[in-house]
């Protein structure tokens, strides 16, 4: 098998991924998952496509990571995992679209508006 690569966004943050066969780890930024995401809940959303196919162990995935926070990168590194694993075998498909890793979550910062504080937030307003 040659490397697979596909790419998966979220808000601000961008994962390009490439998977080749190996023995499941996992490199970001050329640093391992570990160390790039401390928090166990954030490596467990990042390896759920992995696990929901069994597939943890039988390939190594190398990330490109940028933007965003550490929320939005997992959910992109998931994204892109996911539509990588499509690419090797798409009968998986179905199994990561009912799951949700296949669809892209379209929602971003609005944008600030001119005579305002923020995107919705008025300034203070009184009559008086």
Known sequence: MEMINAIGRRKAAVARVYLTE???KITINKRDLKDYFPSELVQFVVKQPLNLLNVADKYDVKVNLYGGGFTGQSQ?????IARALVKINADDKKALRAEGFITRDPRIVERKK????KARRRFQFSKR
């Open 76 to 80: 992109a590194l998931r994204l892109a």
């Open 22 to 24: 190996g023995t499941g």
């Open 114 to 117: 001119p005579g305002q504080p």
